[in-house]
């Protein structure tokens, strides 16, 4: 079982940033995707961003368009989400995850569906003041 590792969470007022992490504990781990999804009180799960990891190409939820930022590093098996901007609506528990597809897969993804990641991360909370 792939286990995906996140930091970064923690409590920020209303306009500042944070950066979360997320690290696959293997340093073999390889997949064709990494998301970040997140979840707030009473509320279902909502994707938040996306990245395909031979492309870098980025996919992103309209709420966090112009203020989230997701990137990778390969070497460090590595996903980041650079917060700015935040609102009290961005508080919720934020989840990393990831597929069991192979890098080179050309097939559908739909990256914004939670039901095509295999692995997740524990959560981290992101609590956002006024």
């Known amino acids: 079982q792939v286990q995906l590792i996140e930091s970064g969470g923690g409590l920020v007022q209303a306009g500042g940033s944070l950066r979360l992490s997320c690290a696959a504990a293997e340093r073999t781990f390889s997949t064709y995707a990494m998301a970040w999804f997140r979840r707030a009180p009473g509320k279902e799960r909502e994707f938040v961003a996306a990245i395909r990891w031979t492309t870098a190409t980025t996919y992103y939820g309209d709420s966090v368009k112009g203020r989230f930022t997701i990137s990778r590093d390969n070497a460090k098996k590595t996903v980041y989400l650079q917060m700015n901007s935040l609102k009290l609506e961005d508080t919720a528990i934020y989840y990393c995850?990831?597929?069991?597809?192979?890098?080179?897969?050309?097939?559908?993804?739909?990256?914004?569906?939670?039901?095509?990641?295999?692995?997740w991360g524990q959560g981290t909370q992101v609590s956002v003041s006024a």
């Open positions: 995850a990831a597929p069991n597809i192979a890098p080179e897969y050309s097939g559908t993804f739909v990256f914004t569906d939670n039901l095509w990641y295999d692995y």
